[in-house]
């Protein structure tokens, strides 16, 4: 069955899919402070959707899927981040065959987590 047009007097920002892709800001102050931040910030951020993932407790393996630039890499890492914490005493392995991307993510974990954190500190 083919998909069925949208009437023209419908919100595009109430499809699934845009409530999933766009943060709407709701006050002249929340856009301001979403401004105001520096550009490594904006590369580890969460959409709400995406800390839940990060957050859920899986019962097995979990495979998160998307297109490029969809943010999978950010909530991987943030996801090592969370696990690390939830889990003081084990070590968490987030690996990847790209060189560059290894050191792409070591810088953004240190965006992340202070140095002197413990997540920080275990890492190579």
Same mark, same amino acid.
């Given at each position: 069955m083919p998909p069925q047009p949208v009437p023209a007097e419908a919100d595009p920002f109430a499809h699934p899919d845009a409530q999933r892709r766009f943060r709407v800001l709701t006050n002249a102050e929340e856009l301001r402070q979403a401004l105001d931040y520096p550009w490594d910030r904006? +590369?580890?951020?969460?959409?709400?959707?995406? $800390?839940?993932?990060?957050? =859920?407790?899986?019962t097995g393996p979990a495979r998160v899927s998307g297109s490029a630039g969809t943010g999978k !890499?950010? @909530? +991987?890492?943030?996801r090592a981040v969370h696990l690390a914490r939830a889990n003081p005493t $084990? =070590? @968490?392995l987030l690996t990847t065959f790209s060189k560059p991307l *290894?050191? *792409?993510? =070591? +810088?953004?974990?240190?965006t992340l987590v202070p140095s002197?954190? *413990? @997540? +920080? =500190? !275990? $890492?190579?």
């Open positions: 904006w +590369a580890v951020f969460l959409h709400p959707a995406q $800390s839940a993932l990060v957050e =859920r407790a899986f !890499t950010i @909530v +991987a890492l943030h $084990s =070590r @968490v *290894a050191n *792409a993510l =070591r +810088a953004k974990l240190l002197d954190d *413990a @997540v +920080a =500190r !275990t $890492s190579p």
